[in-house]
């Protein structure tokens, strides 16, 4: 069958359980329901006492039941919470339902303009809102500038008063000085006073003389010192120039080495083992495209000022004949494919949310689509897909803008019928458009259609959690790479994918993503970033070097290894003299910066030399004053009596016109400190108005964004009750689904409780069967024997004695059966071929139906050896296909040599099958199993012809034996009334004493 037949096939298949629209014949296949061997009885002969091995078998089977009856109540309750959640999220969707009925019952047109309208007063209200606010701030300031006046005003008036007290003071002191002389007093004293006022005028008046040259010497001092300092300080500068170069040298090393380590890095992580993708063309398919591609070379390096009409019209006539020749081809263009897994990635079972991958996964993958995609441009000739920077977010925004679009299969199918393709072209696009991407925009109507120029992508069944592992996306993506460049008659997801049609064009990575959108699983392969579409855009192009590339091209890795440890190595030794340059710049910086504290600190303190006059100046004016009252006061107390009168009057006058003055400077401060806190209390009030104003703007601002926002909230509320019912749907039937499976949970615990009665009704049976013989046998040997000493009877079990079928020989060694050698798994690639989605507006097959039921066989076949067909994988399991298309159902079928079994629609059967009244066992990939087999710890043996074999059964010349059950026996066990011992390998014990202690004979039968 040619592959674009397998392709619709499995598209068909997959289609479905999507869209139920494949014809009534096409089911989906289900699993054969085949049960395990069960236990039978031994033997019709065997007698009905129970054995005491049989006793604790049922014993075992009770206590065994008694757990599964435990786990299924466990699964019981587990379910009731489940179904308890999902009651309780139906009735908070149901509620949030009502609530947006209600509001989009009141979203009429009338109620939309109204809200509207009230947008237009609620902002027409911020202006005056505003210019309230400056008039206050303004008013605010005018009282702050007030009170600062008025304070100045208070300090001068406060000044005033404090004079006009001192000089009350001081007229006070004088006119008792001048009572004094009156009566004749102090003039002793006065003469004392003056005589010490004399002596510290003259001390003081040579204190100020000293502090004047002082102060002198140092200023002369000083001006030589400053002129050294400031060379030192210029120095300083062009040292400290110095120590910025040394440093910013110091940070280039930093950053060199740096990014000569993560390459390094890079090198050394591509050398580790990484999964290997390979697809390869055929030859003739590449020669047809470099021939595409040379033409379009060719045409492009024709001058515009020398292309011709005739150049073209040839140019379009023979690119449309490659065209139509490249689209013939396509659909076989694979020579080869192949996908290595590393062992991390097999390893890793991890099962991952597809819409919420950790960033190193989406990396990861994002790398190996890249390299995959670059392995087939190197193939035509074109140069690698550059990952950047933004590779790896680019798809992954896209992926986002499909879940928040609610992309589904229903809306690829409108876009389809409506003459398009099946992308989200406006998610698309509005990704495109926030990077400021230089593609061509298609316009409303044509994004409606899914018409955009950026994604290739694959659309595919959902997987059956919505969770996979990595391997499983790799091989996603594996997959899905093959189908958009192999699908039948599908130019355009071909040339989209590895854009050869702009052979001259970087092509940067747009990155993989994946994403899973109410029933549609897509995989996006952003590839037609160009380096014309990024010029000038935010599209961040610094190139990330990609370990699979790497990886991939081997043999000069370990030379680029080397010779980027080579550079880093330099770029160390770079960076060590940069550091040791950064510490001998600041070394000499630090001593130039210590000679000029030294210099400084020679600089006299010429602050306080000068504080040292001005106090020596105050003292001296301070001694002549006193030295003038005390010559004063002698005069006024060595003249005459009416003289002193006559003074005594006048101070008293002086005195008394000051304590007036006092006063009314007292009375002015007192007015002026009242209207000061009349404007303080003003300047308050402004302040206070200016919160509220600012507050009054605030919530005019903030009516307007409510207003807004009811305004947006009605204009959607048809679309957000749309969602809540959507929302609704979908938690009912989450709760449908846990009722059901609350309710299997609970048929479930029914069968195991009614599993558990029956054991233990068994084990009670047997018990007693067993004790009831037990006593039996011991009263007839009472009888049979006397009774030793100590009371203990002389007796041993009575075994019948029994021939074997053929007398079996001593054993050399007991042995456990050989394990069988592990089964090929078959090398035929077996994929899945998925629905493919059309590119950037590219003509494509998108959509076929074609018919895959084949005529079913329902026979056993026997193909021969050269017979041929391809395994096909889907959702993890097998079936065969038959070139011309027909597969074997409810029979086996012998390939390359070996027998598999395929129940009644096809599928490829593992484990037990039975089959015309025979149990068989088929390996984990399905071929038949022969020899020995070991089954949930149980060891059976299938004879050459495959069928499960039960009793005496001789293997390398050793005896074992099988119960009816198949299951090998081991210890003691009775066949036809006789007693046999078989060691824990199963081989039977002959003509020898078993482990406790008893004789068998040849026949291994215990004498």
């Known amino acids: 069958m040619k592959k674009s037949t397998i392709a619709m096939t499995a598209v068909a298949a997959a289609t479905v359980s999507l869209f139920n629209t494949v014809g009534a014949e096409e089911v989906a296949p289900k699993p054969v329901n085949v049960e395990a061997p069960k236990a039978e009885v031994v033997e019709t002969t065997a007698p009905a006492v129970a054995t005491k091995e049989e006793v604790a078998t049922k014993e075992a089977e009770a206590k065994k039941a008694d757990q599964e009856v435990v786990e299924a109540k466990q699964a019981v309750k587990d379910a009731k919470r489940a179904t308890n959640e999902a009651d309780s999220l139906v009735n908070e969707k149901t509620e949030a339902v009502k609530k947006a009925e209600d509001f989009a019952k009141k979203a009429s047109p009338a109620v939309i303009a109204e809200a509207e309208n009230e947008v237009v007063k609620a902002e027409s209200a911020v202006p005056a809102k505003a210019e309230a606010l400056r008039n206050a701030e303004a008013n605010a300031e005018k009282a702050s500038q007030a009170v600062s006046v008025q304070e100045a005003v208070v300090a001068e008036k406060e000044a005033t008063q404090a004079t006009k007290e001192k000089a009350l003071t001081s007229a006070t002191e004088a006119v008792q000085i001048a009572t004094d002389a009156v009566n004749g007093k102090g003039l002793e004293n006065a003469k004392e006073a003056q005589k010490e006022a004399t002596e510290a005028e003259k001390t003081s008046k040579q204190a100020q003389t000293d502090a004047e040259t002082a102060l002198k ?76 591609i040379q033409l379009n070379k060719d045409y492009w390096a024709i001058p515009d000022n020398k292309l011709t009409q005739a150049d073209i019209d040839k140019f379009e006539a023979r690119n449309k004949e490659l065209k139509k020749e490249i689209t013939d081809m396509v659909g076989d263009s694979i020579q080869s494919k192949n996908l290595v897994l590393s062992e991390a990635d097999k390893a890793d079972k991890t099962q991952y949310d597809i819409n919420n991958l950790p960033k190193e996964v989406r990396d990861d993958l994002t790398l190996f689509a890249a390299d995959l995609i670059s392995n087939l441009r190197e193939q035509l000739g074109l140069t690698d897909v550059v990952v950047a920077k933004d590779s790896f977010e680019f798809a992954e925004k896209v992926a986002k803008e499909y879940i928040k679009g609610g992309w589904s299969i229903a809306r690829r199918e409108e876009f389809i019928a409506r003459g398009g393709f099946g992308h989200y072209a406006k998610g698309i696009h509005a990704v495109a458009d926030a990077y400021g991407l230089n593609g061509l925009h298609p316009t409303e109507e044509q994004m409606n259609k899914g018409i955009q120029g950026y994604e290739n992508s694959v659309t595919r069944s959902l997987p059956p959690t919505g969770i996979v592992t990595k391997a499983d996306m790799k091989t996603t993506l594996f997959n899905s790479l093959a189908d958009l460049v192999s699908n039948e008659q599908d130019y355009g997801h071909l040339a989209g994918t590895l854009v050869f049609d702009e052979p001259k064009e970087t092509v940067y990575s747009g990155g993989f993503a994946q994403s899973i959108s109410t029933d549609a699983y897509t995989t996006h392969f952003i590839t037609k970033i160009t380096g014309s579409r990024a010029k000038g855009s935010k599209f961040n192009t610094t190139e990330i070097t990609n370990p699979y590339t790497v990886a991939r091209k081997g043999a000069s890795t370990n030379t680029k290894l080397e010779a980027k440890k080579a550079e880093k190595a330099q770029a160390e030794n770079t960076l060590t003299q940069a550091v040791q340059d950064v510490q001998s710049a600041e070394t000499v910086l630090n001593s130039a910066n210590s000679n000029l504290k030294a210099q400084e600190a020679q600089l006299k303190d010429t602050v306080a030399l000068k504080q040292n006059l001005q106090s020596a100046t105050t003292t001296h004016n301070q001694a002549v004053v006193a030295l003038s009252n005390a010559n004063a006061l002698v005069a006024t107390l060595s003249a005459t009596k009416a003289d002193k009168e006559a003074k005594l009057a006048e101070l008293k006058a002086t005195a008394k016109q000051a304590e007036k003055e006092f006063n009314q400077a007292k009375a002015e401060t007192k007015a002026e400190k009242a209207t000061l806190s009349s404007l303080q209390a003003k300047a308050e009030e402004s302040t206070q108005a200016v919160s509220v104003a600012k507050e009054a703007l605030d919530q005019a601002k903030a009516q307007v964004v409510s207003s807004k926002e009811l305004v947006q909230d009605l204009k959607v509320a048809a679309k957000e009750l749309e969602t809540r019912k959507a929302e609704l749907k979908d938690a009912e039937e989450a709760l449908k689904e846990a009722k059901a499976n609350q309710a299997t949970a609970q048929e479930v615990l029914e069968a195991k409780e009614k599993v558990a009665k029956e054991a233990h009704k068994a084990y009670a049976v047997a018990k007693a069967s067993y004790e009831a013989e037990q006593a039996r046998l011991q009263a007839e040997e009472l009888k049979k024997h006397p009774v030793t000493e100590k009371g203990i009877p002389e007796v041993r079990p009575v075994l019948p004695e029994y021939v074997l079928p053929t007398t079996p020989s001593v054993p050399s060694v007991p042995s456990t059966p050989a394990n069988p050698v592990a089964p090929v798994v078959p090398t035929i690639p077996r994929v899945e071929v998925p629905v493919v989605n059309n590119n950037g507006g590219m003509s494509s097959q998108d959509k076929a139906k074609v018919d895959v039921v084949a005529k079913q066989k329902t026979e056993t076949k026997n193909t021969k050896d050269s017979q041929a067909g391809n395994w096909i994988e889907s959702v993890g399991r097998w079936w065969y296909q038959h070139e011309d298309g027909s597969y074997t159902t409810n029979g086996w079928e012998q390939i390359k040599g070996t027998w598999y079994y395929f129940d009644n629609t096809g599928w490829m059967q593992t484990g037990w099958v039975k089959t015309g009244g025979s149990w068989y066992y088929l390996n984990e990939t399905g071929s038949l199993a022969t020899g020995w087999v070991k089954d949930n710890g149980t060891w059976y043996y299938l004879k050459e012809n495959g069928k499960m074999a039960t009793g005496w059964v001789k293997d390398n010349n050793t005896w074992y034996y099988l119960d009816s059950a198949g299951a090998m026996k081991t210890g003691w066990f009775t066949v036809s009334g006789k007693w046999y011992y078989a060691y824990s390998s199963g081989a039977l014990a002959v003509n020898t004493t078993t482990p406790d202690g008893y004789k068998v004979n040849a026949n291994g039968e215990w004498v």
């Open 217 to 292: 010497n140092a200023e002369t001092a000083n001006q030589a010192t400053q002129a050294q300092i400031e060379g030192a300080k210029a120095d300083i500068a062009t040292k400290t120039q110095a120590v910025s170069d040394a440093k910013a040298r110091k940070e280039q090393a930093e950053q060199a080495l740096k990014a000569v380590t993560a390459e390094v890095n890079a090198l050394i992580e591509s050398s580790k083992p990484l999964a290997k993708g390979s697809i390869q063309f055929k030859e003739a398919f590449v020669s047809k495209i470099k021939e595409k």
